[in-house]
């Protein structure tokens, strides 16, 4: 089944069709700081504070096997799991555990030795979205199935808090649904069909990247460009992490970045093409050669005098010699030969 099929198609965004009363903080979300576990042994704190609460633990997970989240009663023994799709984040997992978990008070809370619940979960960042409403593009429809029901148990009188617990430190339950949200992401059939646009963005993005795969390696136009660049690439030449650090005033200039960019697309005002796009009657450079980018840049005689130090400064970084190419000097992607490249443009008095 196609991830489009279970988008839920909705006249508004889910926010705005929230009751207006559920709109508010949520006081009954405890996350501890770090340094308060551990200053306290936690399971002396849970002891304490939440005396006579009925326990419930979530937890999800998210491998190569498949998402999948489950809640554990300790007190009834009732275990339950439930697999996700594989574009599912281990958020919406953890959030749709936590769903999951108050249907299961709203269906069996008269069986409860108390009316007072805990759930403890250990996603921290699932449970401050919870406690702290954003109205943005990460509020989605678990968290108002999620507040809804909340809001239904209240008005029976149940109290229902939420802890956050640290994992893998011995605490049982936690280990217990540790376990159980791992086998659920290696069930056959798929629970939650709900997406968030959260979950779908990773998705939308990797198929846009190879579908424009597919058609940058089959096409056979922009040779030039092919040539430099020979695999596409997510991110444009000058986000390149190396040329911050080695060139940086020169690559924040943006004529740096035109002028490459120019000579790295072939797309430059040099006499070959300017006579092709017919705004120059001859296709030669002033020094009687066909002006073509490749003679302007690295043949012609009239920057012999800026050329030699600039190819002297390119073998040097390259360990290479010359000739070369204009190509396959581009084609390295070296922050500092295009610094030479540029350099040599800027004293040469080069329009490109
Ligand atoms: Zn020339």
Request: contains cysteine.
């Amino acid at each position: 089944m196609d991830v489009k099929d279970n988008i839920v198609s909705s006249e508004s965004l889910v926010q705005f069709s929230l009751e207006y009363g559920l709109l508010r903080r949520l006081e009954e979300i405890h996350i501890p700081t770090y340094a308060e576990y551990a200053q306290v042994d936690f399971l002396y704190t849970i002891e304490t504070y939440y005396e006579g609460f009925h326990q419930i633990f979530t937890d999800a997970s998210k491998s190569r096997d498949g998402v999948g989240c489950a809640f554990h009663d300790p007190s009834t023994n009732i275990n339950r799991k439930f697999r996700l799709n594989n574009h599912h984040s281990v958020f919406t997992a953890e959030l749709f555990s936590i769903f999951k978990s108050l249907e299961y008070v709203e269906e069996k809370y008269q069986e409860f030795a108390s009316d007072k619940i805990l759930i403890l979960s250990d996603s921290r960042s699932c449970l401050s979205s919870l406690s702290i409403l954003r109205l943005d593009y990460t509020f989605t429809i678990i968290h108002k199935y999620i507040l809804e029901t909340l809001a239904k148990l209240k008005s029976w009188g149940l109290q229902v808090h939420f802890l956050w617990v640290k994992s893998h430190v011995g605490i049982e339950g936690n280990e217990v649904v540790d376990e159980l949200a791992k086998q659920a992401s290696r069930m056959d059939i798929v629970e939650c069909r709900i997406y968030s646009p959260r979950d779908l963005i990773p998705h939308i993005k990797s198929t846009m990247f190879a579908k424009w795969e597919g058609i940058y390696n089959t096409q056979t136009k922009a040779k030039h460009y092919k040539s430099i660049q020979p695999i596409p690439v997510k991110h444009p030449w000058f986000n390149n992490k190396q040329f911050t650090r080695s060139i940086n005033e020169e690559v924040e200039s943006r004529d740096f970045v035109r002028v490459i960019s120019r000579l790295r697309s072939g797309h430059t005002i040099c006499p070959k093409y300017l006579h092709q796009i017919r705004k120059k009657t001859d296709n030669l450079c002033d020094c009687g050669e066909i002006g073509d980018l490749e003679h302007i840049i690295l043949r012609c005689s009239k920057n012999r005098r800026n050329l030699e130090t600039t190819i002297i400064n390119i073998c040097s970084i390259l360990k290479t010699k010359y000739p070369f190419n204009l190509s396959s000097i581009m084609a390295t992607n070296n922050p500092r030969v295009y610094y030479e490249v540029y350099k040599f443009v800027k004293n040469s008095d080069l329009i490109i």
